[in-house]
């Protein structure tokens, strides 16, 4: 499915482009943006890999990876970058993630993101199971995937290495049978 293009009451989700590199950097570049995820800030040269790499998987067949900028429905600034990675197993599967601007936390975009998202995997891709995985000192993000009704099913221990260490994930989970 190429290219996508969602909307919600006040985001639009659409595929990345060149034009995206320095909005995506002012995320990805950040020290505290990035804080809970699983790697440090990206340079502008790597942000602008991303950016390549993610258009190029944009228009793969078939399609693996969905990365989108997530802009405000009004006048369309980028505010963050979200991911859906099908599972490389066929098993009609799916993992999540996603980065907001710091300016935007708290607005309730990412919990509209994350609905989104579970529409795009459920509704439009026919999924059965979609999960995440966070830091486990992201409340915010505890927050958003509980309030969509994803259903945290344990921790990864040692699971990424960032920062100089490793650390665990947490990892919840949603069915397309399950309330949401």
Request: aromatic share 6%; charged share 20%.
């Amino acid at each position: 499915m190429h290219p996508v293009s969602h909307t919600t009451e006040r985001l639009a989700l659409r595929e990345l482009t060149v034009d995206d590199v320095d909005a995506v950097h002012a995320i990805y570049g950040s020290p505290r943006a990035t804080q809970h995820l699983s790697f440090e800030p990206r340079t502008r040269d790597q942000v602008g890999h991303i950016v390549a790499r993610s258009m190029v998987s944009a228009i793969a067949i078939p399609r693996q990876e969905y990365c989108l900028a997530v802009c405000r429905l009004t006048g369309g600034q980028l505010i963050g970058y979200a991911r859906l990675a099908l599972d490389a197993q066929g098993q009609q599967a799916a993992t999540i993630g996603f980065a907001l601007h710091p300016e935007v936390w708290g607005d309730g975009y990412g919990t509209e993101l994350v609905r989104e998202l579970l529409a795009l995997g459920f509704d439009s891709l026919g999924l059965h199971r979609i999960w995440a995985a966070r830091s486990p000192d992201n409340a915010a993000s505890r927050v958003v995937l509980d309030r969509v009704g994803m259903v945290e099913e344990g921790r990864i221990r040692a699971h990424v290495h960032v920062r100089g260490a490793w650390r665990d994930s947490v990892v919840h989970s949603v069915l397309a049978t399950d309330p949401r």
